[in-house]
């Protein structure tokens, strides 16, 4: 399991940027990584954690396996996007299968960098892209219901599911997104989302795009976004993503040293992806052997076979037991051999929810 975050935004607003940061972060990990090809758009980077550097120092593996986070560019949102604009429902395809949309927004002014709207307004370039959103949601959800008005005569649960279908129209009509859909625990909704996998369902970051001299404090731009999120059920964060390109290549110390002199102490980007492992409830588990230290993503309150799944969906079906030791307590203790001695292990079964942090090893049958 892996978290999959399509970008999104207006032309000239830093998007583009943001994603080459990216690349060039998956590039200088790619001998980390099994991937031996990676579609233009996208990027898959590790997942910053310092809890596997502290657990390599004990154990000595041959290599550390990150969590990774799948970053899709979009292309084609413009104003009209969903009837065609720019590249239209091109990017339909793509976002529809991401966990969570990171909008990039334009914070910053430059002559030199147009703006395709004329003017520097981030909540009118947020209200731009929500609308295509919506649009594209209406659309899909409009083909849905007309085969769903011919299924209803011959069937009886389509009926059900067509009046849902026919409400959340009419909410979307009204200019509110899916989110925001009064029935949504309904078993009709959850159907209908499950099939169309609707835009303005998902998670929202805002990337709030500043200059190099915006990262201290925050400016105009920026507190209204911030406002904007906070009353949307969202979270802004802010970033240069001139700098976070910069940044790839620095050492960690040197990384540190240079954001600790911009006022910041954690990369826009580092806090986008921990953020959006929080949002969506994700968490990881470790296995630390000679082989490697690895982090396994998984949601938060799964069972131990299903955590296990992860590893092999084997062994998920022939689970016996979980041998886990705390993350703190195998850091305590230096490693698996002196934690067991100090009684620190735990054996533990079917009904066991996987904590962040866990240090786990799996019996299973073959």
């Known amino acids: 399991m892996g978290l999959s975050i399509g970008i999104v935004g207006l032309p000239n607003v830093g998007k583009s940027t943001t994603f080459n940061a990216l690349t060039k972060a998956q590039n200088a990990e790619a001998a980390n990584y099994p991937f031996c090809t990676i579609e233009p758009n996208k990027a898959v980077v590790p997942v910053p954690d310092s809890r596997l550097d502290e657990l390599a120092k004990i154990v000595n593996p041959q290599k550390i396996q990150h969590s990774v986070v799948e970053f899709v560019d979009i292309a084609g949102l413009v104003r009209g996007a969903s009837k065609g604009e720019g590249l239209g429902n091109q990017f ?150 001139k700098i976070e390109e910069e940044m790839v290549g620095m050492e960690d110390s040197e990384r540190a040293e240079f954001l600790a002199s911009l006022g910041a102490s954690e990369s826009g980007l580092e806090q986008i992806i921990r953020e959006g492992f929080s949002r969506l409830g994700l968490i990881s588990y470790f296995t630390a052997g000679v082989k490697e230290v690895r982090a396994w993503t998984i949601r938060r309150g799964d069972l131990a076979p299903k955590a296990a799944s992860v590893i092999h969906k084997d062994f998920e079906k022939g689970f016996i037991r979980a041998e886990c030791i705390s993350y703190d307590d195998f850091i305590k203790y230096g490693g698996e051999a002196k934690a067991k001695e100090a009684g620190a292990m735990r054996i533990e079964g079917k009904e066991y929810i996987v904590q962040d942090g866990d240090i786990m090893h799996f019996r299973f049958n073959v």
Request: net charge negative; aromatic share 6%; glycine share 4%.
């Open 92 to 241: 339909l395809a793509n976002i529809k299968e991401a966990d969570m949309i990171l909008h990039i927004v334009r914070c910053f002014e430059d002559s030199n960098i147009t703006h395709i709207e004329g003017r520097i307004d981030p909540i009118s370039d947020i209200e731009i892209i929500e609308l295509e959103l919506l649009f594209a949601d209406m659309a899909s959800l409009n083909k849905r219901i007309e085969k769903l008005q011919k299924e209803s005569k011959a069937q009886k649960g389509a009926n059900a599911q067509l009046s849902i279908a026919q409400e959340l129209l009419a909410h979307l009509e009204s200019n509110k997104p899916v989110k925001t859909f009064a029935k949504k625990e309904s078993e009709e909704f959850i159907t209908l989302n499950r099939e169309l996998r609707f835009l303005t369902n998902k998670e929202v970051m805002y990337g709030a795009n500043v200059s190099e001299d915006g990262l201290e404090s925050d400016n105009e731009y920026v507190k209204k976004v911030r406002e904007y999120a906070e009353k949307n059920g969202g979270i802004a964060i802010k970033l240069c993503a």
